[in-house]
């Protein structure tokens, strides 16, 4: 069941973040990451009262993640990446 409401192109964007954050600490820290990301867009404080969805969570300026800045985030994403994905949604 899902978390978070996601199309298909959000998934997307989540799996490419999940990867480009976490990729070096396997497919577990890939799934917590994943689960810090869709946190975000389902907390209501403070910090994260504008992330409503996938893309303001990942974008989020300031607080968001440093992965955006870097070239590996912009490549497509991978299909075991997705299913990582969808397993935190």
Known sequence: MAVIKTRDQDVAL???LM?????GEG???MLK???VMVNRVR???LDFTDIVNVEKMV???PGGFEATQKGYFYQHA???DKRLAK???
């Open 14 to 16: 989540l799996a490419r």
């Open 19 to 23: 990867r480009a954050e976490a990729e």
């Open 27 to 29: 497919e577990l820290g």
């Open 33 to 35: 990451a994943g689960n």
């Open 43 to 45: 907390a209501d404080c």
């Open 59 to 61: 974008f989020q300026s």
């Open 78 to 80: 991978r299909e075991k």
């Open 87 to 89: 397993k935190t949604n």
